[in-house]
């Protein structure tokens, strides 16, 4: 169900798209190139990761900066019925909740 859950906001599409096509990319890169502050972008990446949608490495720039790589992992899942509806379960139909 994480899966579906991380997949279901329309930033973290838009990062693995950006992932899928570019390349694997650093935080202060992909907040630029996306448009998004890091830190939403953090939280979103974060997401992704605890889904197993996307992986990090912490790697030295030229100059002694860290930078954080992020990369899509070879992922697939099969969506089915009995898994959408096991999903619906966590849903609430009171929008206020």
Same mark, same amino acid.
Request: glycine share 4%.
């Given at each position: 169900m994480?899966?579906?859950a991380?997949l279901s906001n329309?930033?973290?599409?838009?990062?693995?798209a950006a992932?899928?096509?570019?390349?694997?990319?650093?935080?202060s890169?992909?907040?630029?190139e996306?448009g998004?502050s890091?830190p939403?972008l953090?939280?979103h990446?974060?997401k992704l990761?605890?889904?197993g949608?996307?992986t990090?490495q912490?790697e030295?720039s030229?100059?002694?900066?860290a930078?954080n790589?992020f990369?899509? !992992?070879?992922f697939g899942?099969?969506?089915?019925?009995?898994?959408?509806?096991?999903?619906?379960?966590?849903? !609430?139909?009171n929008?206020d909740?």
């Open positions: 994480a899966i579906l991380a329309p930033h973290r599409l838009r990062i693995i992932l899928t096509s570019g390349g694997r990319n650093y935080v890169q992909l907040s630029r996306l998004i890091r939403l953090h939280l990446l974060q990761a605890e889904a949608l996307v990090s912490l030295l030229h100059d002694g900066k930078l790589f990369e899509v !992992t070879d899942f099969e969506l089915t019925p009995s898994l959408i509806a096991e999903a619906a379960k966590s849903l !609430t139909t929008p909740k």
